[in-house]
């Protein structure tokens, strides 16, 4: 045998030492490069959760300045509070409400800009604008739209006749003012999703339909929407994430009220964790809307993720 050689099978063939040189090398590098998303995500996601969760079962506020286990405390003083109803409540309706006529305008904007309307580089711009407008800004400008007396919207609800409504210091109308908001906030950014969405469905499918006949609505419930069930599916999960954890508009234009009328789960945390120093209340309800936004999460996938089209044959 000669040195340095290796020794090769029976029967032929690239002995395994040499098969791992090969192999080895690009196999590891590609999962080198998940390491550094993989380190961030640890850090920044699964760690807090975990701690969070941890904190969940212990008493820590000003009256007990190092945590100190309670077990389920917490969470029973949450379930026999009649404010933590309320607020989730709030946000349930604040995520029903607002979803779905957001997605569904998005999805109707997306394809009349794909359809190359009139004005469509306008169109683009006026929906998309809002979602580079930050947070801040355009609280203070929906403040100013919703005021009693200077407000835009109230001046044109006179000019017809209408009573002028305090909009944001109303118990009725408050959370309907947010949900508003959010939603011009929020549709250029869906409606730009989509109309990525409908660059993957085939012409031809159009065409076809319109030669046997049907007409622009039959077309698109028979074709488009089935087809960008993906990207449905993708802004639906997104679209409930973003919602459940709405806190910016909230915190600059309503502080929760009047009266938690307009209080949601992330307000609630922020009130209790940075007003109130009770960190084992609101890591509790942190662990709470983390297991309603997981649970949520694998629901839709578990109804629509088996029926959505993914090609068109």
């Known amino acids: ?6 020794i090769l099978p029976r029967g032929g063939g690239t002995p395994h030492s040499l098969k791992l040189m090969k192999e080895s090398p690009e196999k ?13 995500l640890l850090l920044f996601t699964y760690l807090p ?29 949450l379930w026999n509070h009649d404010v933590f109803w309320l607020v989730m409540k709030n946000s349930f309706f604040f995520v029903t409400v607002s979803i779905f ?3 569904f305008l998005a999805l109707v904007f997306a394809i009349l800009i794909d359809e190359r309307v009139k004005g469509r580089v306008y169109y683009i711009y006026s929906l998309f604008y ?24 109230n001046i044109v609800l006179s000019k017809f006749g209408l009573p002028k409504l305090g909009w944001l210091g109303s118990s009725q109308t408050s959370i309907w003012a947010l949900i508003i908001m959010t939603f011009w906030k929020n549709l250029g950014f869906f409606m730009l999703i989509y109309l990525a969405g409908l660059q993957n469905v085939n012409r031809e499918l159009y065409e076809a339909a319109y030669i046997d006949g ?25 679209a409930i994430i973003l919602t459940f954890r709405v806190f910016d508009q909230i915190h600059l234009m309503t502080e929760g009220g009047p009266g938690n ?6 307000y609630y945390i ?16 942190t662990t709470i809307l983390v297991v309603i936004l997981l649970f949520l999460t694998l629901l839709i996938f578990g109804l629509f993720g088996k029926r959505i089209t993914y090609t068109a044959d």
């Not at 045998?1 to 290796?6: D, I, R």
């Open 1 to 6: 045998m000669l040195k340095g050689v290796p």
């Open 28 to 40: 590891y590098r590609n999962y080198m490069f998940l390491v550094p998303g993989m380190f961030f």
């Open 49 to 77: 959760i975990m701690w969070s969760t941890w904190l969940s079962f212990n008493r820590w506020n000003l009256l007990s300045p190092q945590p100190k286990w309670c077990g389920v405390e917490n969470f029973l003083k």
């Open 101 to 103: 006529p957001t997605m």
């Open 130 to 153: 809002p979602t580079l407008i930050p947070m801040a800004a355009a609280a203070m400008l929906w403040v100013y739209i919703y005021s009693p007396n200077l407000g835009v919207l």
């Open 214 to 238: 049907a007409g622009w609505w039959r077309r698109h419930l028979a074709i488009t929407f089935p087809l960008v069930g993906p990207t449905s599916l993708f802004v639906l999960i997104v």
């Open 261 to 266: 009328s307009s209080n949601v789960i992330v």
């Open 270 to 285: 922020y009130e209790n964790g940075f007003k109130f120093f009770d960190w084992g209340i609101a890591s509790a309800l």
